[in-house]
Each structure stands twice: as C-alpha cells, then as structure tokens.
C-alpha cells in the first residue's frame, strides 16, 4: 500500500540497494587485483582490475550524490535522513581504503615479499568478508530485521582477527633483511590493509545503534 | 455585527497561537509542510467547530446570563488577557482567560452557576494529568506494536508521516470542537448569535488566525520539544487530540497548550528523561491562577468603567 504512495521513497530505496550492490563489485574486484598483484606483479590483469575498482568506486560516489539530492528534495522524515546520510558516508570510506591499497600497489611499484603472500591474503579475505556482512548487516538495518546484533558480533571477530594478522606481518616486515624503504612501504600498505576491517567494525556498531534507536 | 469582532479576534489569536500545540512539532522538525498542516487544520477545525462544538457553547454561555454590552465585554476582557499573559511570557489558556472574564460578568450581576464552574475548574486541573495519562498508554501500547511491525525503514517512515496527518488532523477537529466555545459563547449567551452561527463564526476565525499568522509559531513551538523522537512526537500529538477530544465530550473548553506540556511531561516519563524545565511546569502553575483572575479583574473593571458618565464638573 505504502509504495503507492511514495515514488520518491522507492527511489531511494532502489539507489540504496544498488549503491550495496556496486559496493559488492568493488570488493570483488579489489580482492581479485590484490590476488593478481601476489601472483603476478604490476600485471596487465592488475591495471584493469585496479581501473574497474575505479570505475566502481566512481559510481559509488555518483549514487551517494544522487541520494544526497533526494534527501535535499526532502525525502523521509528528517530522523531517517540524517541517520542514513551518516551510515552511507561512513560505509563509503570503505571503497575509499580499497581504492588507495591499489593506488599504493601500482605507484610506488610495490612488489610483495614471497614470504608475506599468506598472511596478505588471509588479512584481505577476512577483511572483505567483515565487509560483506556489513552489506547483510545494513540490509537487515533497512529491512528492519533481527539479527543485526549478530552481524555485528561476526564482523568484531572479523576485525580482532585482522588486527592480529597486521601485528603480526609489521612485525614480520621489521625482522626481515628487506630493503628499509621498502620495509616503509610495506609498513604503510599493511596499514592500510588493515583500516578495512577497522572500518567495517566501526560502521557495524554504529547500524546496531541507529538499529536500537529506532526501537521505541 | 461589530459586536462579534472582539470575539472574531480572540478566535484569530487562538488559531495563530493554538495551531502550534496540534502540528507544531511535525512543522518544526519539517516532517510535514507548513501549508498542508495549516489548511489541515483549518480544515478540520471548522470541521471540529461545527459537528461538535455544542456541548462547549452550551456550557460556557450556561456560566452567567450576559446582554450584548457585557458579551463584548468578556471577549475584551479575555483578549487583552491573552495579549498581557503572552508578553510577560506564561504559557496562557484562552479558556481560562474566558471564563475567568465570564466569572467577573456573572460577580457583577449576581448570577454563576457554580456547578458548572466546578465542572470547568476540575477540567483545567485535569487537562495536563490527562495528558500525561493519555500518552503514557498510549506511548505502551503502540511502541508494542510499532516494534514487531515487519516492515522496511522506508515504510515506517511513511507509516509515521501519515499517522501525523491523520492525528495531526484529529487534534484540528478536536480544538476547533473544544475551543470555538472560547471565541462566540457569549454571544450565544447574549442572544445575538445560534449555536450554528457561533459554531461557523468561531470555526471561521480560528481558521482564518491558523492561515495568516500560525507559521512563526508553529515554526519556532517545535524546537521547544526538539528533543522528541518521531515516534514519540506522533504520541503527543495523537495524545493531546484525543485529551481534548474527551473534555469536549464532557463540553469544557481547555487548554491545548496544558495538554501538550502533560503529554511532553508523559514522554519524559516513559523515558526516564527530563522534557519539560521546572521553571516552564511553574510558569504554567503560576499562569493557572494569574489568567482567570486577571480576566475577571478586567472584565469587572471595564463593566464598571462604562457605567462611569461624564457629568461636566
């Protein structure tokens, strides 16, 4: 019935559901160049898959400012608003970190160390999983369904693991005979690497919260 | 005919001021447009003011008898009670202002039915506890249900908007029942109006205060309870209709105002916050003794002062 009455309100909800959608693309595509990068450096194969990150991520920022207008055009109540406005900037760091990993990959020509390529994927497999259950989470946060709770414990788990596997490869970096400079580089890259999984935990709690808000 | 303009600008500032208690807080918080509240409600109030707005007129003009001098008089009286109380900054009731001024009407002729003042005092006592009652079941019983609808955040938003029309329209109705007896009953009293008459009069002027001069209130009533949650602002807003809606029933005219400060005072209860400052729960303690007796002292002064002559000495 409510649909009938709102086309603005379904648009919003569509450029929603498509804004996870391509968020999804991206963390594909970026999980494939960064494998591709482990396998084969600074590849043919890496510079498209880096270029459709991009692409995707470009997107991602034209449905945001599509969905800032309608909010402009006064779009749901003003609660709603800024409750949604405040989670989709959040999420949409993510896609920002992606883009910068492989933007450090390609421009400082990093090439990385045989013995680190394990612990590289296992940081980046589990940190796009806690990413791909926050997409579950927010969709639940929207859908207004139960469960959020345990998404959000899942992708805890998720980050605390991460975060033992990035001390764990600084450290590694720090007693390894590499060269210093690159020791630098790859520093800053684990870093990076491992600010997904942060991301994806703080904006998790911050779903769980706007989800107990809207309890009345 | 010009006898009915004092009453015509009592029904004015009531509308411009009392519109704000019925959807001041989905204007202010730009849940709804101001021109579709402010047509709403003045909609729904001569709606309101013409379908049940008896009951009112037949108590407040059943308080003393009046003569047409006298009905100008009290309407003088509560007007410029109204204004004085609004500049010294109290939350004012346009009821209390108008019987109050009927009461010192009926001390100078020697006539009050006292049952139906006692009926009228009770009720202003009531209207804020009613308020507060009100929206705490309210607040318990839908908040149950709201949390275990199955629907998406975009139809709860949708659902909540439309819940604030729908009780934002009732409390229009509600007011324009329960107040138009404040605008014309002593004109009904004074044999110079109908009931139907006063009813549409009333209704009118009410309406015409909501369209031409309710924005800035409404605008500005909202960030008092900004604090408010939409759920809990739908709440208070169907809570004070339906507390209005029960003492037109009983037909006595109250406070719209009160009920909001009992029904906001509700909220603060089931949430163990505070909503309302102790000072404006004083302001309005204070404004309950001050208002009616200012009105009668005005009203007692101005009838005395027109049988005053000027002799020439």
């Given at each position: 019935?409510?649909?009938?009455?709102?086309?603005?309100?379904?648009?919003?909800?569509?450029?929603?559901?498509?804004y996870l959608e391509n968020f999804q693309l991206i963390c594909e595509n970026f999980e494939k160049a960064v494998f591709s990068c482990i396998?084969?450096?600074?590849?043919?194969?890496f510079n498209f898959l880096k270029e459709q990150t991009d692409k995707y991520e470009s997107k991602a920022d034209?449905i945001i400012?599509?969905?800032?207008?309608?909010?402009?055009?006064?779009?749901?109540?003003?609660?709603?608003?800024?409750?949604?406005?405040?989670?989709l900037h959040a999420l949409d760091k993510i896609p920002g970190y992606l883009e910068i990993v492989l933007f450090m990959i390609k421009y400082q020509?990093l090439?990385i160390?045989?013995?680190?390529?394990?612990?590289i994927q296992e940081l980046i497999k589990i940190s796009l999983e806690a990413c791909e259950t926050l997409s579950?989470?927010?969709?639940?946060?929207?859908?207004?369904?139960?469960?959020?709770?345990?998404?959000?414990?899942?992708i805890?788990?998720h980050e605390?693991?991460c975060?033992?596997?990035e001390?764990?490869?600084?450290?590694?970096?720090?007693?390894?005979?590499?060269?210093?400079?690159?020791?630098?580089?790859?520093?800053e890259l684990i870093i990076c690497m491992g600010d997904i999984s942060d991301q994806a935990d703080r904006v998790?709690?911050?779903?769980?919260?706007?989800?107990?808000?809207?309890?009345? | 005919?010009?006898?009915?303009?004092?009453?015509?600008?009592?029904?004015?500032?009531?509308?411009?001021?009392?519109?704000?208690?019925?959807?001041?807080?989905?204007?202010?918080?730009?849940?709804?447009?101001?021109?579709?509240?402010?047509?709403?409600?003045?909609?729904?109030?001569?709606?309101?003011?013409?379908?049940?707005?008896?009951?009112?007129?037949?108590?407040?003009?059943?308080?003393?008898?009046?003569?047409?001098?006298?009905?100008?008089?009290?309407?003088?009286?509560?007007?410029?009670?109204?204004?004085?109380?609004?500049?010294?900054?109290?939350?004012?009731?346009?009821?209390?202002?108008?019987?109050?001024?009927?009461?010192?009407?009926?001390?100078?002729?020697?006539?009050?039915?006292?049952?139906?003042?006692?009926?009228?005092?009770?009720?202003?006592?009531?209207?804020?506890?009613?308020?507060?009652?009100?929206?705490?079941?309210?607040?318990?019983?839908?908040?149950?249900?709201?949390?275990?609808?199955?629907?998406?955040?975009?139809?709860?938003?949708?659902?909540?908007?439309?819940?604030?029309?729908?009780?934002?329209?009732?409390?229009?109705?509600?007011?324009?029942?329960?107040?138009?007896?404040?605008?014309?009953?002593?004109?009904?009293?004074?044999?110079?109006?109908?009931?139907?008459?006063?009813?549409?009069?009333?209704?009118?002027?009410?309406?015409?205060?909501?369209?031409?001069?309710?924005?800035?209130?409404?605008?500005?009533?909202?960030?008092?309870?900004?604090?408010?949650?939409?759920?809990?602002?739908?709440?208070?807003?169907?809570?004070?209709?339906?507390?209005?809606?029960?003492?037109?029933?009983?037909?006595?005219?109250?406070?719209?105002?009160?009920?909001?400060?009992?029904?906001?005072?509700?909220?603060?209860?089931?949430?163990?916050?505070?909503?309302?400052?102790?000072?404006?729960?004083?302001?309005?303690?204070?404004?309950?003794?001050?208002?009616?007796?200012?009105?009668?002292?005005?009203?007692?002064?101005?009838?005395?002062?027109?049988?005053?002559?000027?002799?020439?000495?």
């Amino acid at each position: 019935m409510f649909r009938f009455f709102s086309k603005q309100e379904n648009r919003l909800e569509d450029l929603i559901y498509k804004y996870l959608e391509n968020f999804q693309l991206i963390c594909e595509n970026f999980e494939k160049a960064v494998f591709s990068c482990i396998r084969e450096p600074l590849c043919e194969e890496f510079n498209f898959l880096k270029e459709q990150t991009d692409k995707y991520e470009s997107k991602a920022d034209d449905i945001i400012d599509e969905i800032n207008n309608l909010m402009y055009s006064k779009v749901l109540i003003p609660d709603s608003r800024e409750d949604i406005m405040k989670l989709l900037h959040a999420l949409d760091k993510i896609p920002g970190y992606l883009e910068i990993v492989l933007f450090m990959i390609k421009y400082q020509k990093l090439v990385i160390p045989e013995k680190f390529f394990k612990d590289i994927q296992e940081l980046i497999k589990i940190s796009l999983e806690a990413c791909e259950t926050l997409s579950k989470q927010v969709v639940g946060f929207i859908k207004k369904e139960t469960g959020t709770r345990n998404f959000m414990n899942t992708i805890d788990k998720h980050e605390s693991h991460c975060d033992y596997i990035e001390k764990r490869l600084i450290q590694k970096t720090f007693t390894s005979n590499i060269d210093p400079f690159v020791k630098l580089q790859l520093k800053e890259l684990i870093i990076c690497m491992g600010d997904i999984s942060d991301q994806a935990d703080r904006v998790s709690k911050m779903v769980n919260i706007l989800s107990m808000k809207r309890m009345v | 005919m010009y006898s009915l303009f004092g009453g015509i600008f009592l029904g004015w500032s009531l509308g411009a001021n009392d519109a704000s208690n019925i959807f001041g807080t989905a204007v202010s918080s730009r849940m709804i447009k101001f021109w579709t509240a402010a047509l709403l409600a003045s909609i729904f109030v001569i709606l309101g003011a013409l379908i049940s707005g008896q009951a009112g007129i037949e108590t407040l003009k059943g308080l003393t008898s009046f003569d047409i001098s006298q009905a100008v008089i009290s309407s003088i009286a509560a007007a410029l009670t109204v204004s004085a109380m609004t500049f010294l900054g109290l939350p004012v009731s346009t009821s209390q202002a108008v019987v109050g001024a009927i009461i010192g009407i009926g001390i100078i002729n020697g006539q009050l039915s006292f049952t139906g003042l006692g009926k009228v005092l009770i009720c202003w006592f009531t209207t804020p506890v009613g308020g507060t009652l009100i929206t705490i079941i309210l607040y318990k019983l839908l908040a149950f249900g709201y949390n275990h609808l199955k629907i998406s955040l975009f139809r709860s938003d949708q659902l909540l908007r439309m819940c604030l029309i729908v009780s934002g329209s009732y409390g229009a109705y509600a007011l324009g029942a329960n107040n138009v007896a404040n605008v014309t009953a002593v004109f009904v009293g004074a044999g110079t109006l109908s009931i139907f008459g006063a009813a549409l009069i009333g209704g009118l002027s009410i309406a015409f205060g909501i369209l031409t001069f309710s924005k800035p209130v409404m605008e500005t009533i909202g960030k008092k309870l900004v604090s408010l949650d939409p759920f809990s602002a739908l709440m208070v807003s169907m809570a004070v209709g339906i507390t209005i809606h029960i003492y037109t029933i009983i037909g006595v005219p109250v406070s719209s105002s009160q009920a909001v400060v009992g029904s906001v005072l509700g909220i603060g209860i089931i949430k163990g916050a505070s909503t309302v400052r102790v000072q404006t729960l004083k302001n309005i303690l204070l404004a309950w003794f001050l208002t009616p007796l200012i009105a009668c002292l005005i009203a007692v002064l101005i009838t005395f002062g027109s049988y005053l002559e000027y002799t020439g000495h």
